[in-house]
């Protein structure tokens, strides 16, 4: 059965929607968390969601780059609400299997859930500034510590 809808070369490819690409999140990506999210969909085959294995030594490799950069990556990207843990793993567990991950623009294939689309949502941190003020001694009182001191 043929189907007029399946590709000729059936050559895979990563196709990024518009309001991803317009999303705040994505614009506070730097250049390796937006090439980790680019390896993590492309272990994406649309059955999968939910059981995206990508631990941070097999991102480090596809990316070419130490697996602490690759781990920071894979935070940055979870932080901001691109791809979510279904199941964590760790260097020191027993079954030693990659982390599972789930990109929430998606359905999970293993639950059920809905997109949660959670990078649509994220804000950058307002950042905690006090104004300046000018002195931070007033005049008044830079005189009587002058005072002060001539006396003594």
Known sequence: MSSKWKRKGKSKFVMIDG?????????????NDKAAYLAIKWAFDGLNNGRIGMGCRDLA?????SKDTANRSLDSLEKKGFIAIMRASGF????????????T?????????????DFVRWSPEAKNTVASQGHTV??????EEKRRANRG
Not at 92 to 103: S, Y
Not at 105 to 117: A, F, H, I, S, W
């Open 19 to 31: 309001y991803i690409m317009r999303s705040i999140a994505w614009s506070h990506l730097t250049p």
């Open 138 to 143: 007033s005049p008044q009182g830079q005189l």
């Open 105 to 117: 623009e998606y359905p999970c294939n293993v639950t059920g859930e809905l997109p949660t689309k």
């Open 61 to 65: 490799a596809a990316l070419g780059t």
């Open 92 to 103: 020191n567990m027993k079954n030693r299997a990659a982390t599972e991950w789930r990109l």
